[in-house]
């Protein structure tokens, strides 16, 4: 995680009656708040300013808005001839919605080069609480009846903000998120947060912006109200995903 840089405001200390946050664009690191709970009308209203929610079993409330910012642009997210290789070898078969809590259970196991995990049960019972609102979604990816790959997120406006991705077979997170841009697009999304920027995003288009840039982006990309249709069906994903 980093740390605060010098100069402008350190982070707020949120009270639990309270929603609103601080104005990101005038704090002076990637933390711009502290405390507060997980309440849903509190993490849309983050998500709303460009914020997120990340932290560490038994710390407090984290809320990042870090600078740059890594994001996806959803026509431009591309799936190389190898990541098609391994989704006709493994006969994988997509679907969004269908195991929300499974992917986000799957998201929360430990990783090999990770100590714990920052999904805990308070953050799972979060967004689960938001996907019934309609707000959360999940794209699955399955062999056979197994849930081998999954991601899932928050979508407002024409943004849809990524929180987490995990794989039990090789490729099965970029199948995952290759689907997910291919839908975003055709449905008229401007742009996927991914957060950060990491080398595997960055394989798959992935760019950072300065957190102007992205605030500034974000505002417009939220006045957007495009044609979505979340739903297991799997017929959009069949039109428009070349094995």
Do not use: N
Not at 58 to 78: N, Q, T
Not at 151 to 179: H, I, N, P, T
Not at 202 to 217: C, D, H
């Amino acid at each position: 995680m980093s740390t605060l840089r010098p100069g402008g405001f350190g982070p707020a200390l949120l009270q639990r009656k309270v929603r609103a946050f601080p104005d990101p664009e005038h704090m002076a690191g990637d933390i711009v708040a502290v405390g507060g709970d997980l309440r849903a009308e509190r993490l849309l209203q983050a998500y709303s300013q460009g914020i997120f929610p990340w932290f560490s079993a038994g710390d407090p409330i984290l809320w990042w808005s870090p600078d740059p910012r890594g994001v996806l642009f959803p026509a431009a997210v591309h799936g190389s001839r190898s990541l098609r290789k391994s989704a006709r070898r493994g006969g994988w078969e997509l679907a969004i919605d269908r195991d929300f809590a499974g992917v986000v259970a799957g998201c929360a196991m430990p990783r090999a080069d990770q100590d714990g995990t920052w999904i805990t049960a308070d953050m799972a019972l979060a967004y689960q609480t938001l996907f019934r609102a309609g707000y959360a979604h999940s794209f699955e990816v399955y062999a056979g009846r197994d849930l081998v790959g999954g991601l899932y997120g928050v979508a407002l406006g024409g943004v849809f903000f990524g929180e987490s991705m995990f794989s039990r077979a090789l490729d099965a997170s970029k199948w995952a998120l290759y689907a997910l841009a291919r839908h975003l697009e055709a449905w008229g999304f401007c742009l996927i947060d991914t957060q950060f920027l990491t080398a595997h995003l960055q394989r798959m288009g992935a760019v950072e912006l300065s957190r102007f840039e992205f605030l500034r982006l974000l505002r417009l990309a939220l006045s957007v109200e495009p044609a979505a249709h979340w739903s297991p069906s799997l017929e959009l994903l069949e039109g428009r995903l070349e094995v």
